[in-house]
Every structure is written in C-alpha cells, then in structure tokens.
C-alpha cells in the first residue's frame, strides 16, 4: 500500500491580537494606527509582525507527522482546540502551514462545514450548481449527477423552493447530497453529520462507508465516538496541537476517553464578557463539569449523573446572588435553563472572597454529543455576570447501559419511559 | 494518473493559474448568483442597471449642461454625459462590490479551498453586465440624436478593457486589504463619491487648461473616460495623448501590483478573515 498522504513535522502558529486592550482607544486612533501599519507593512511586508508587542503567539498545531495509506479510513478524535479543523484546513488548502510539509496524492474533497456557500434566496435547483461549482466540480460533472444528488437529499418537490423556506433538515441534506457526490481520491470530512436526523446520519454515514469501500481515503472528524467507531479503522488523537496516539480506533478511542479525565481548560475568568459591565461586581473565576465519582472531567458517558463546580469572586460583600445556568448543545439549541433562586438558593459574599458552589442536574441524561454551559450571576434581576459557553463538555455514547440502544442518535436527550396496556 | 500535491509553508503555488483555470466555471456561476440574487424581491429588477445611470445623465446633464452651461461641442450633453457615466459606473460599481467581496464571502474562504482570485473577479464581472445593460441606453440615446458613430467606435474595445484592468487593479488592492484592515469599508465610498467629481464625468475634459492635463491625467479614469467619449462621438472631443498614454501606465500598474499584493496576501485570508 502507498502512502497518500504524508505529514511531516507539520506545524501552524496563530497569532491572537489582544483587542481588549484596544478596545478603549477611540476610532480616530485606530485609523491612525491602521494607516501607520498599513504603511509600514507596504514598506516592510516582514518585520511588522514581529515588532508588535501586544501579539501573542499560540501554536494550534506543533510537529505533527503521520502517513495515511490510500483506502485508508481515519478518524481524528480530540477535544475542541486540539488542532483537528486547523489541520483540516491545512491538508484542504485553506490555510497555509507556518512549518513542516504535506504531500498528497490525488485529488481531494473537503467537508467543513454543510452547505458552504449556499445562497438563502436561490432555488434548490440553483444552489446545487452554485454549490457544486464552489466544491470544485464542473458544470459537465454536476449535470450528470443531479437526479442522483436530488434523490439523495429528498427535495424533489421543492427543487424550484428559494432554500430559505426549506426545514433545516432539507437544507442539510441537499448540502450533504452535493458534496456526497463529489467522488474524490481523498474525502476530508469535519463534523458535520452533528446536524441533520438521525435517518439522514445514517444515510450519510451509508454514503461515506461506500466512499471508504470504493478505495477511497476519507479523514473523519467527530465528537460522536460511535460513528467514527463504525466508519473508520484506524485513528489519530490530537491533544494541544501534538499527536497523542496513533494506532487501530479502538485503541485510540480508549486512550481519548481515559486523556480526558484530566482536564484542560481555559480560566472561566479569563474568556471574554460580551458587556463591559459584566464580571465587573461579581464574576466567574472558574468552572468544571463533574461526574459522578467527583472527579472534574469534560467528557461523560452517557447516562451518568452530571455536575459541575462553580468558583465565583465578588469584589465587595454581596447578598442576594442568583445563578442562572443555560445548558446548549452543540448547534446551540438550548435544552434547558436552571435559577438558583427558583430553587430557593441565594448566595452571599464577603468583599474579595471566593464562594465555590456545586450545581448538579440529577436526572438530566443527555445523548452523545458536544454540549455547553452559558453561566450568569443575577442580583435582584440584573445581570452581574455573563460567560457564554463558559464550558464545553461532551458526553460519549460509549456506556454500558446505552450501548445496544438504536433510539441514541435521536433526540438530545434520554428518559427512562414505562409501558404499559391500559 | 494523479499528480502530487505539496503543501508547505509559504511555497508559491506553482498550480495556482492551472487551479484558476480548473476553477473557470466558478467565476459564471458566483457572478450569476449575485445577478440572480440582486434582483430578487425586486418590483423593477433589472430595469434598475438601466434606471440608475438614466437618471444620473439626466440630473447631470441639468446641472452641467443647462445651469452651468459648460461646453460640449458640438456633441449633445446627454450623449457627452451618458459615454463618460458608462466608464464611471461601471469602474465605481466593480470597485465597491470587488472591495466588499472577499469580507461578503468570509465564510467560502475560511471553509474550502479555491484560487481566491476568482471572488473579486466575479464581482467586477457582475459590474461588467450592468455595463453592458446601460450600454443599451447609450444606443438609443445615439439614434434618438442621430449621431451614427464612425471608424473611432472600433477603437471602443481597448477602451472597456483599459476600464476593466482599472477595476480590476484598483479592486483587488481594496479587497486584500479589506479582508486585515476593514477601514476599506469607509474608504470605498469616500473614493467613489470624490472621483465622480475629480473624473471628467459630467463635464468634459476640455475645459481642463493645457497646462494642467498631464497632471490631471494623474487620475487613471481621465484616461479611460476620455477614450470612451473620442470613441462614441466620433473624435469631436479631444484626446489629449500624453495624458491617456500616461493613464494607460498607471492602470496597468495598479493592475500588475494589484495582483502581486492579492497574491501574496491571498495564504493567509483563512486565518485573518
């Protein structure tokens, strides 16, 4: 077998600005600043990104290596801000390596989001085209293949529909028939089965096994540890932009759920407020998912009991805090909202004193998939504090109780049920 | 058989005019979605390419021609306006919709691959339909004047295309640098609405002293719009060479190194977009 793609010591540094620390300067100084680098970066297009000071570098991606045989199917498993979509974008071209090298051979389809380039007010029809051509197929290419992509996506009837007015379930599936029909040497697909049922995920799911047969390469990237276990034979876990283990997907499955029991995460404190008011009086200092032995994880099973460790600093004594938590899931669907107050619980602080709190949603088993947690503090209906999605955590499919059920993929969450004839 | 692909950091893409070619159909069909989408839930639809510049002619001719009764010639004002607006609308509109279009398309191009070049191409060829839609009204304007155009017409089509390497240059400098510093939003318009007035749009170049031609040429427009009148009247308003030749310079510079700089921006849009 013959290596189609090979990586070697790839490597992709950001740079983040700190606009925070800009944010106070009027707009005339920025002008003046963005002309003096505009400027300066025509007369010297190298050294102005170094002589900034307020840069700061972060390396989303850092001596990556591995080979990929041709036929092969790889699933590439690892938290968000692991360096999966950024090596994606690298290997699709969309974004160039700061170091290191990749060959690849043949002809390469990428899938990184559904529906790129889709027009909200063109027809179905219209969009098939449109999308097509965006995708790299040819007009030629895209004519032959249009009963087969109408078929698939199941909007016969509304071909000639401006695709505003589509469900989002039609959207889906004509975004995922186009590109479905690509046929590339190489398919790179990011997780965009996430939407869409769970009849057209099986389809899709169908669609790529028989891409995977046909000799073809596909890389696959999913939270949902059950998919990637039934598309793909092979894996590679990222963890901090660095390859952590490679090897059957068994294997690296197991060693992704085990990693993720120590938990890396970013200070609540630190993420950004969307209101400058906001933190100010009181604020989140920290935050993490807990399971039920206690331990402070971001991945769960499904089916276990979840809760999460709150930290919050309020800078001057402080009576009456409520604290609303609002639990979205990975298309940012919420699925529910919880007040302290509502259950009574109101929390005090002394000046510069950090109250730790647990909240725990008994009863709440959710399905695999990516969810996040939007935290706010509340003193007498006013907002003190506001993190969206301070925490990310994902529950994995793979339990014991769960594991022969064909109802997970529905829904997004599970609930005992009692039958009975009556 | 399949070639290989090499990524690398900072490699020059030596594919990049193939893909470009590869990528052709892309530039019709982004162009035809923006014409199609343009003029959806519209009541007039495409009678606005023809209502806009039927208008300005109209307002300009008034204000040029009748109050301040600035010289012509002996060509109509209408016909003086409309062959100079023709040029100017469409310069204006392809360096607006090429300046916004890579920010507008933000999405495509952090989420697949394509010679990015093909963004702000299409968006100056939609400019370029419009033109030829106005096109028309200058047709009927010549019959309704009886002004049958001569051998110079044949000489329009260097014309359009000195008009297109100007729209094209000056469009691709506005959208690399959009896509970093978005004061470009700002400048855009502010570019369009002064160059209306610095352009010999609503007035001919004529009236410009000698002296002074060379340097007003200085404008690459002056160029392209003088060219565009000598051709359509028959050579009745002049066509000072110096000045166009030096236009023509300037047009083609700001093309080539509108190129160069797109090109050489163009890797890291993903990143900065």
């Known amino acids: 077998?013959?290596?189609?793609?090979?990586?070697?010591?790839?490597?992709?540094?950001?740079?983040?600005?700190?606009?925070?620390?800009?944010?106070?300067?009027?707009?005339?100084?920025?002008?003046?600043?963005?002309?003096?680098?505009?400027?300066?970066?025509?007369?010297?297009?190298?050294?102005?990104?170094?002589?900034?000071?307020?840069?700061?570098?972060?390396?989303?991606?850092?001596?990556?290596?591995?080979?990929?045989?041709?036929?092969?199917?790889?699933?590439?498993?690892?938290?968000?801000?692991?360096?999966?979509?950024?090596?994606?974008?690298?290997?699709?071209?969309?974004?160039?390596?700061?170091?290191?090298?990749?060959?690849?051979?043949?002809?390469?389809?990428?899938?990184?989001?559904?529906?790129?380039?889709?027009?909200?007010?063109?027809?179905?029809?219209?969009?098939?085209?449109?999308?097509?051509?965006i995708l790299g197929m040819s007009k030629a290419d895209i004519k032959n293949k249009f009963d087969e992509i109408v078929a698939f996506a199941e909007v016969e009837k509304f071909l000639d529909t401006p695709v505003k007015r589509y469900s989002s379930g039609m959207y889906v599936r004509l975004a995922f028939a186009v590109a479905a029909h690509l046929e590339p040497e190489i398919l790179i697909v990011d997780e965009v089965l996430a939407v869409g049922d769970a009849q057209f995920q099986k389809k899709c799911l169908g669609k790529m096994e028989d891409v995977g047969t046909e000799g073809r390469t596909v890389l696959f990237v999913s939270h949902n540890m059950a998919s990637i276990q039934k598309l793909c034979s092979s894996g590679i876990l990222l963890s901090d932009g660095v390859v952590r283990e490679t090897g059957s997907i068994e294997k690296v499955i197991e060693c992704y759920l085990n990693d993720s029991t120590s938990t890396g995460h970013v200070s609540v404190g630190e993420l950004p407020r969307a209101h400058h008011d906001y933190g100010v009086i009181a604020r989140f200092i920290n935050a993490w998912p807990v399971n039920n032995k206690g331990e402070r994880t971001t991945s769960?099973?499904?089916?276990?009991?979840?809760?999460?460790?709150?930290?919050?600093?309020?800078?001057?004594?402080?009576?009456?805090?409520?604290?609303?938590?609002?639990?979205?899931?990975?298309?940012?669907?919420?699925?529910?909202?919880?007040?302290?107050?509502?259950?009574?619980?109101?929390?005090?602080?002394?000046?510069?004193?950090?109250?730790?709190?647990?909240?725990?949603?008994?009863?709440?088993?959710?399905?695999?998939?990516?969810?996040?947690l939007t935290l706010g503090i509340r003193h007498n209906k006013l907002a003190l504090d506001h993190v969206v999605k301070a925490i990310n955590f994902e529950i994995s499919e793979i339990s014991i109780d769960h594991k022969n059920r064909d109802s997970w993929a529905m829904g997004d969450v599970l609930t005992e049920s009692v039958w009975q004839l009556s | 058989?399949?070639?290989?692909?090499?990524?690398?950091?900072?490699?020059?893409?030596?594919?990049?005019?193939?893909?470009?070619?590869?990528?052709?159909?892309?530039?019709?069909?982004?162009?035809?979605?923006?014409?199609?989408?343009?003029?959806?839930?519209?009541?007039?639809?495409?009678?606005?390419?023809?209502?806009?510049?039927?208008?300005?002619?109209?307002?300009?001719?008034?204000?040029?021609?009748?109050?301040?009764?600035?010289?012509?010639?002996?060509?109509?004002?209408?016909?003086?306006?409309?062959?100079?607006?023709?040029?100017?609308?469409?310069?204006?509109?392809?360096?607006t919709e090429a300046g916004n279009s890579l920010i507008a398309n933000a999405n495509m191009i952090s989420k697949v691959y394509f010679p990015r070049l093909v963004i702000p191409t299409?968006?100056?060829?939609?400019?370029?339909?419009?033109?030829?839609?106005?096109?028309?009204?200058?047709?009927?304007?010549?019959?309704?004047?009886?002004?049958?155009?001569?051998?110079?017409?044949?000489?329009?089509?260097?014309?359009?295309?000195?008009?297109?390497?100007?729209?094209?240059?000056?469009?691709?400098?506005?959208?690399?640098?959009?896509?970093?510093?978005?004061?470009?939003r700002f400048v855009i318009p502010f570019v369009v609405q002064i160059g209306l007035y610095v352009s010999p749009v609503g007035f001919s170049s004529a009236i410009v002293p000698e002296q002074w031609r060379l340097l007003y040429a200085l404008n690459p427009m002056v160029g392209v719009i003088d060219g565009f009148r000598w051709a359509i009247v028959s050579g009745d308003t002049p066509l000072y060479l110096p000045g166009f030749l030096l236009s023509l310079v300037l047009v083609l510079v700001i093309l080539i190194t509108g190129i160069i700089f797109f090109r050489k921006t163009e890797r890291s849009f993903a990143d900065v977009i």
């Open chain 1, 1 to 133: 077998m013959q290596n189609v793609i090979s990586i070697e010591n790839l490597s992709k540094k950001y740079v983040i600005g700190h606009q925070r620390q800009e944010g106070h300067s009027s707009l005339r100084d920025q002008l003046a600043n963005g002309i003096k680098r505009t400027a300066a970066k025509l007369l010297h297009p190298q050294q102005v990104k170094l002589s900034t000071p307020e840069r700061e570098e972060f390396w989303a991606l850092k001596d990556v290596s591995f080979d990929i045989q041709q036929g092969d199917k790889v699933g590439i498993i690892g938290r968000n801000g692991a360096g999966k979509s950024t090596l994606l974008k690298i290997l699709s071209r969309i974004t160039e390596p700061t170091s290191g090298r990749v060959s690849i051979q043949g002809r390469v389809a990428s899938l990184l989001e559904v529906g790129t380039g889709f027009h909200p007010e063109l027809t179905g029809r219209e969009n098939i085209y449109l999308n097509g051509a």
């Open chain 1, 300 to 372: 769960f099973m499904s089916g276990e009991d979840i809760s999460f460790d709150l930290e919050i600093k309020a800078l001057k004594k402080i009576d009456g805090l409520s604290i609303v938590a609002g639990l979205d899931t990975y298309m940012d669907y919420r699925i529910t909202t919880v007040l302290s107050e509502e259950t009574g619980m109101l929390f005090s602080s002394d000046k510069d004193a950090v109250i730790s709190i647990n909240m725990s949603l008994p009863g709440l088993h959710l399905k695999p998939g990516t969810y996040s």
């Open chain 2, 1 to 95: 058989m399949t070639q290989i692909q090499i990524i690398e950091a900072g490699r020059a893409e030596r594919h990049y005019w193939r893909d470009l070619w590869r990528y052709r159909e892309l530039f019709f069909f982004l162009a035809w979605r923006d014409i199609l989408v343009r003029y959806k839930q519209t009541a007039f639809g495409v009678l606005w390419a023809v209502l806009r510049p039927l208008l300005t002619m109209l307002v300009f001719t008034l204000v040029f021609g009748k109050l301040a009764k600035l010289p012509a010639g002996n060509v109509p004002y209408p016909i003086l306006v409309f062959a100079a607006l023709l040029p100017w609308q469409f310069f204006s509109s392809a360096l």
């Open chain 2, 122 to 184: 299409s968006a100056v060829i939609v400019s370029f339909v419009d033109f030829l839609i106005s096109f028309t009204i200058l047709v009927g304007l010549m019959v309704w004047y009886g002004r049958l155009p001569d051998w110079h017409i044949l000489t329009l089509p260097l014309f359009v295309v000195m008009a297109f390497a100007a729209a094209m240059g000056a469009g691709l400098w506005m959208a690399a640098l959009n896509v970093k510093y978005r004061d470009i």
